[in-house]
T-cell receptor, first 110, second 115 residues
Framework: QKEVEQNSGPLSVPEGAIASLNCTYSDRGSQSFFWYRQYSGKSPELIMSIYSNGDKEDGRFTAQLNKASQYVSLLIRDSQPSDSATYLCAVTTGRRALTFGSGTRLQVQP | DGGITQSPKYLFRKEGQNVTLSCEQNLNHDAMYWYRQDPGQGLRLIYYSQIVNDFQKGDIAEGYSVSREKKESFPLTVTSAQKNPTAFYLC??????????????FGPGTRLTVL
């Protein structure tokens, strides 16, 4: 079982719609959760971080964490073509280095 | 202009050669990390360092070596023992490893190709 799992996609949504990206993790001791966006050929850039159960909103982005079910999600409202990228879920375990999922590719259709 | 720099951007290596990838940060971060990314995959941890003169192996350390002689620098050497080194290498840093809110920021990456 992979430590952090994501659907590879592609997830295709029309412009203006809500994109929902999901991630599950196996280590119940995980404490910190991150979403990074990665454009093709570029390095990951931080989108959201979340540390406690519930929702955290930042502009068009909302991260949701449910530690009991061991999943974390990212919602992107009013999706734009510029949101088309691969979204990486990352989790910190005991050693504090990040463990990444393989990413979900999002395509926003104009 | 603060940030993390990696050089070179592209690197070509012949079979049997050792090569060193540079990573420098001027963010005054204590912790630094090296990850490897293969096409269509997530990042995998090679080595990390929490403090100068100390570093730990990650999940795929075989065939790699690092040093941390200065706080701002964390070079990665890809040795000839690494059988499949062609990949995108990413360096990251964070201010305070161990804190729940500690966040890693990435450099622009080095793309290594074995000829």
């Amino acid at each position: 079982q992979k430590e952090v799992e994501q659907n590879s996609g592609p997830l295709s949504v029309p412009e203006g719609a809500i994109a929902s990206l999901n991630c599950t993790y196996s280590d119940r001791g995980s404490q910190s959760f991150f979403w990074y966006r990665q454009y093709s050929g570029k390095s990951p850039e931080l989108i959201m971080s979340i540390y406690s159960n519930g929702d955290k909103e930042d502009g068009r982005f909302t991260a949701q964490l449910n530690k009991a079910s061991q999943y974390v999600s990212l919602l992107i409202r009013d999706s734009q073509p510029s949101d088309s990228a691969t979204y990486l879920c990352a989790v910190t375990t005991g050693r504090r280095a990040l463990t990444f999922g393989s990413g979900t590719r999002l395509q926003v259709q104009p | 202009d603060g940030g993390i720099t990696q050089s070179p951007k592209y690197l070509f290596r012949k079979e049997g050669q050792n090569v060193t990838l540079s990573c420098e940060q001027n963010l005054n971060h204590d912790a630094m990390y090296w990850y490897r990314q293969d096409p269509g995959q997530g990042l995998r941890l090679i080595y990390y360092s929490q403090i100068v003169n100390d570093f730990q192996k990650g999940d795929i350390a075989e065939g790699y070596s690092v040093s941390r002689e200065k706080k701002e620098s964390f070079p990665l050497t890809v040795t000839s023992a690494q059988k499949n080194p062609t990949a995108f290498y990413l360096c990251a840093s964070s201010s305070r490893q161990g804190a729940v809110t500690d966040t890693q920021y990435f450099g622009p990456g080095t793309r290594l190709t074995v000829l």
